[in-house]
């Protein structure tokens, strides 16, 4: 667990503007690590949520067939950025929001992928 913190500690140091991050079980979907810069941003209930919509998209991929890996899912809101990348094989992801007017997309992921190389 100590390793999830620091990686959540690395990328709210690398990214500008970052609101929120959480490292997902995505069976349970209960969060293994949260940081929150904001108070009020619920990390729980988008831990749960974003699980949801992460194995959603695994069974629209097995519907259709398709043979490629899932490696992210960006969301893009008026005001923010949320980056879902996938980790160890399937079994959990890291879920990440950032303010949309002091980041921008590339910066994100190359913080993402950075810290969670290897997972």
Do not use: P
């Amino acid at each position: 667990m100590a390793d999830y913190e620091s990686i959540l500690e690395a990328i709210q140091n690398d990214v500008t503007g970052f609101i929120g991050a959480t490292i997902v079980d995505l069976d349970s979907g209960m969060s293994l690590a949260s940081r929150s810069a904001v108070a009020d941003f619920d990390l729980d209930v988008a831990s749960a949520y974003n699980s949801e919509m992460v194995k959603g998209k695994f069974k629209t991929m097995e519907a259709l067939r398709l043979k490629s890996d899932l490696e992210d899912m960006l969301l893009t809101l008026s005001d923010q950025l949320h980056l879902i990348k996938v980790l160890d094989n399937r079994a959990s992801f890291i879920y990440v929001a950032a303010n949309r007017q002091t980041t921008n997309l590339a910066l994100l992921r190359r913080s993402v992928n950075e810290h969670t190389l290897g997972h």
